[in-house]
């Protein structure tokens, strides 16, 4: 409880350093630290044990599920998962660019990808193999540019993440 008030607080005290210009909307100064939307839920992502515990809620209700798929057919099941934000955790590429005041780029995007350094989202990993040890495929999908494969596939290697190769991550 004592989190939400200081977040609270914060929130506040950050607000009040909002000027505003002669067009009447809200602009943080140059110098100021102000957490904006996506720096904020980026770095919420980054800190909250609830974002953290929410994660691996999720993931153990998949292992349970996947259990009961598993004792209900004989047919062969896979497992089609998206790969940012549900597998790999790209929360500090967006902090990086909030924090140098910047927006979404793509270009910084491939550079962030490039160096295959994301983390993984909480219960991923565990729940993957999991499923691997069942004997069921994964499949990653992904928007990411063809050109990111190669670092796409080391990333999710580098945590030894089932079927992370050519034939199992499907790009845009």
Known sequence: MKKYFLVSGLLIFFS????LNSN???VAPKD???PNGKLFT??????????KALCLQSYNMASIKLNQYVKSTDKPLVIVTDIDETVLDNSAFAVHQGLMGKEYEPQAWFEWISK???DTVPGAPAFLKYAASKGIQVFYISNREERERVATIKNLSFYNLPNADNQHVLLK
Do not use: I
């Not at 009040?16 to 000027?19: D, H, Q």
């Open 16 to 19: 009040c350093t909002v000027k």
């Open 24 to 26: 009447k909307s809200a």
């Open 32 to 34: 100021s630290f102000l």
């Open 42 to 51: 980026a770095l919420y992502q980054q800190h909250a044990a609830e974002y």
């Open 116 to 118: 295959a350094q994301a």
